[in-house]
């Protein structure tokens, strides 16, 4: 908060504040020997004071005349105004230092680059309108599915109120962002006779067949066996993945079998230590997408297989809130989509599963 102080008979606005490790002072002089007009420019100035730390009012002396209109000669303010890339930079250290997750701002970072590929790095945010984001909608609408851009768009928009709330700008006009019509595809999975062709299949080796195997029979998202830790609580093995590394910020445990416990060390060893995880990961993906384009299956993917766990999961226990639990999800509206497939086609798909819960009757 800027102080008001009388020198030579003109009043000045100060306030300290510190710069690598260095108390400094900021003074705006207030051009006036009134102090009724000194209070209202200090008020000004006070208002600001969140933009000069910030930068977008530049500390240097000779700058300051494009802000304060009392400083210049033609009695107008003018921000200084922030690039896309500089504000998207800000805007990532402020998410850091909010103690958001790394893979977190990962995201939020791999998101607003794609609209610094529409709008450029050297784009002035303060210009940023609702054109703007429909021209980002359009750019990416064959590039992306609908799901894919309303999670972009969602960043954006965070990033957009960060901008209103913390750089006081868009205040008569902000960009307006609506989600595009999110589509209602059906759940992809992979049918037992159709794993069974992936098993059978020689242009995969043993370990890439163990990897598909080992995720179908967990549920685990990708990263998930390298960030959590395999653990013994009595007679069970667990993967525990802890909220730091959770992409949901909640513990997730999932009961191992033994040979399961061993495999993930196993690709654990095999990782190359200077080989980034989601490069080491997209192997995996890779060889999936070969396989099942193998057997006629192109449009799968591998997150499919945690599709094919919960429904063999659904499948085997009709109760919707475990797999919920199994799954990780933190509300039931993201997994109720199981619950509603038409269980005797499920139920052919899966016919060991069906054989035995016709016994267990």
């Known amino acids: ?67 304060f209109p009392w400083l210049n000669e033609k009695g107008t303010s003018e921000i200084y105004s922030l690039t896309l890339e500089e504000a998207i930079r800000e805007y990532l250290e402020y ?23 529409v709008l450029g790095k050297k784009f002035h945010i303060d210009k940023l309108t609702t054109e703007n984001i429909e021209t980002f909608k359009k750019y990416f609408k064959d ?61 995969q080796n043993k370990f890439y067949k163990q990897v598909f195997t080992f995720y179908r029979a967990t549920g685990c998202r990708l990263s998930e066996p390298f960030l959590g830790d395999v653990e013994r609580h009595g007679d069970n093995l667990w993967l525990v993945i802890y909220p730091d590394v959770s992409k949901t910020g909640i513990p997730r445990e999932i009961l191992l079998t033994e040979k399961q416990a061993d495999f993930i060390k196993e690709m654990k060893e095999r990782r190359d230590p200077n080989t980034k995880l989601r490069h080491y990961t997209k192997n995996f993906s890779r060889h999936f997408k070969i396989v099942c384009r193998e057997i006629g299956k192109e449009d799968l993917h591998f997150h499919n297989l945690r599709d094919t766990f919960a429904v063999m999961k659904y499948l085997e226990t009709k109760d919707i809130y475990r797999v919920m639990k199994e799954l990780g999800h933190t509300s039931l509206k993201m997994t109720v989509k199981y619950a509603n497939l038409r269980l005797s086609k499920v139920a052919s798909d899966f016919p060991s599963l069906s054989m035995n819960s016709t016994n267990e009757k």
């Open 1 to 67: 908060m800027a102080t008001l102080r009388m020198q030579r008979k003109s009043y000045y606005a100060r306030f300290r504040y510190t710069e690598n490790g260095q108390q400094k002072q900021y003074t705006v002089p207030l051009r006036t020997n009134q102090k009724r007009q000194a209070l209202s420019r200090l008020k000004a100035v006070n208002e600001a004071e969140s933009d000069i730390r910030s930068g977008i009012i530049p500390k240097d002396a000779n700058t300051r005349s494009n802000y």
């Open 95 to 117: 998410c850091s230092i909010k103690g958001n997750r790394e893979r977190t701002i990962e995201r939020d970072s791999y998101c607003l680059n794609n609209l610094v590929k």
């Open 143 to 203: 590039k992306k599915t609908n799901n894919g851009r309303n999670i972009d768009l969602a960043k954006i928009r965070a990033f957009v109120n960060w901008l209103i709330r913390h750089k006081k700008l868009f205040k008569d006009n902000p960009p307006i962002i609506e989600m595009v019509k999110a589509e209602n595809k059906p759940i992809s999975y992979l049918s037992e006779p159709d794993f069974d062709k992936i098993m059978e299949s020689e242009s």
